[in-house]
């Protein structure tokens, strides 16, 4: 775990963009190899998987793709890192993490099961209506 916290240390700013792309790289292979410490620091076993984990970093990172300028760059990877530092010390609560990486935007994915299936009808309106 101390291997985690040496390497989280803010680089001087990208000479280029490609420089800055090669900083993106490490940085979410340090988040996929922080996986395994964070699921077991917070008991997301019941909740989430580490593909599932690895799956909303990955978004999160895709979702700047667009951002050409490495300044920028610079300023969201610094970010991430403090992120992943409060994740990793544990800065963070259990609920926040299931929030904000787990649920995200899109609310809580269910499975349809056969109990889910015999629910009445003010049951899945009751669901839909708190989950959406």
Do not use: W
């Not at 190899?33 to 599932?52: A, F, G, K, W």
């Not at 895709?62 to 409060?86: H, Q, S, W, Y």
């Not at 993490?97 to 349809?112: A, E, F, K, R, T």
Request: with cysteine; proline share 4%; hydrophobic share 40%.
């Amino acid at each position: 775990m101390s291997q985690i916290l040496k390497r989280l240390k803010v680089p001087p700013n990208s000479a280029s963009l490609e420089e800055a792309r090669t900083r993106t790289f490490e940085f979410f292979r340090m988040c996929c190899r922080s996986i395994p410490h964070v699921m077991e620091i917070y008991n997301l076993h019941d909740v989430v998987t580490p593909s599932q984990l690895r799956s909303a970093a990955a978004a999160e990172v895709r979702k700047n793709a667009n951002i050409t300028n490495p300044k920028v760059i610079d300023m969201l990877l610094f970010k991430g890192m403090e992120e992943l530092m409060n994740i990793v010390n544990q800065s963070k609560q259990r609920h926040h993490i299931v929030g904000q990486y787990v649920v995200g935007n899109q609310g809580l994915v269910q499975d349809v099961s056969a109990k889910d299936r015999d629910a009445s009808n003010f049951l899945k309106k009751f669901y839909s209506s708190n989950y959406s």
